[in-house]
């Protein structure tokens, strides 16, 4: 069950009149090591972020078809990336970003966790100039779109993903949406303060200022027409999904590697999931399959 304090964050956001002003990342290409690996340690399996880390490789999975090649858009130090390949391991996936210390633990990761399915390269989102058009079946990205600089390079990179995409190809971006209040914003990013770093609630706090509205990313969304929709968590856009309108039953090995990484959560990682499960489901996004 959400907490009262929660709820009632959720409802004075949903009724307010306030609108925060977007403010950018300060850093937007993730470069400083010390910063990089605050956020690698809370993606980690035993990390605070790993129950989000596997919500979103269940419902990417299901725009990825067998045997897909899969751009994921700033994959960071892979922890997504990790998940994603060991829910589908007949995928061929390519993480992209733009920092270097990013990339070189996105490596270590790669190696630490066995995952073969898997390279990284260097490139900025808003323009794909390695990838030929129509060239990947699948684009992904989890909590990136809020490091680009402007409303610009949103479009962009959403364009960009449009062009590299075959015809029909899955789609899957997942970001924060820009709360009402900055009263909201201080209690998501302080809600766990006393369970993570500080530079990670501070990062945090930093994601939520930068987040685009569910307005503007809807607008950028538009470049995908019809094969696309916009999700988003109950009440409040705190989380905003760029998801294909098509969308195809789990594989078993993918429900089987899912089952797997669920059952060697922790109990409150397990409540975690199947907490935001339930926040976007009450938005009208429903986990594609459960593993629990
Ligand atoms: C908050 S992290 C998210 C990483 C990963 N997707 C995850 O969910 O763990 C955002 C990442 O986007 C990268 N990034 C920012 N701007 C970028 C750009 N223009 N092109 C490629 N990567 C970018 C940053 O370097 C950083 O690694």
């Not at 808003?126 to 390079?153: C, G, K």
């Amino acid at each position: 069950m959400p907490s009262p304090a929660l709820l009632l964050n959720l409802a004075l956001d949903l009724l307010s009149r306030q609108r925060q002003p977007r403010v950018a990342e300060p850093e937007l290409v993730m470069d400083d090591p010390a910063s990089a690996e605050s956020f690698m340690l809370a993606g980690r399996e035993d990390g605070i972020l790993a129950h989000t880390y596997l919500y979103h490789a269940i419902q990417a999975s299901a725009v990825i078809p067998s045997g897909a090649t899969v751009l994921d858009l700033g994959c960071g130090p892979a922890n997504q990336l990790t998940f994603l390949a060991r829910l589908n391991p007949d995928a061929r996936f390519i993480g992209l970003d733009a920092a270097d210390a990013m990339l070189e633990l996105g490596h270590e990761t790669l190696t630490r966790n066995g995952i073969t399915n898997t390279r990284l390269c260097a490139g900025d989102m808003t323009a794909l100039d390695a990838f030929e058009d129509h060239s990947v079946d699948a684009v992904v990205s989890t909590m990136s779109l809020h490091h680009l600089s402007d409303l610009e390079a949103l479009s962009k990179t959403l364009k960009e993903a449009r062009r590299v995409l075959r015809p029909g190809g899955g789609i899957y971006m997942v970001d924060f949406g820009r709360l009402r209040r900055q009263a909201s914003q201080v209690f998501f990013a302080t809600e766990n303060a006393a369970r993570q770093p500080q530079m990670f609630t501070e990062d945090y706090y930093n994601s939520l200022r930068a987040a685009f509205s569910l307005e503007e990313l809807r607008a950028a969304a538009t470049v995908f027409g019809s094969a696309a929709r916009i999700r988003r968590t109950f009440l409040v856009p705190f989380l905003v999904a760029i998801r294909s309108t098509a969308s195809q039953p789990p594989r078993l090995a993918t429900v089987a590697a899912a089952r797997s990484i669920h059952a060697a959560l922790s109990p409150r990682q397990q409540y975690e999931l199947r907490d935001l499960s339930r926040f976007f489901a009450h938005g009208g996004f429903p986990l594609a399959f459960k593993p629990w």
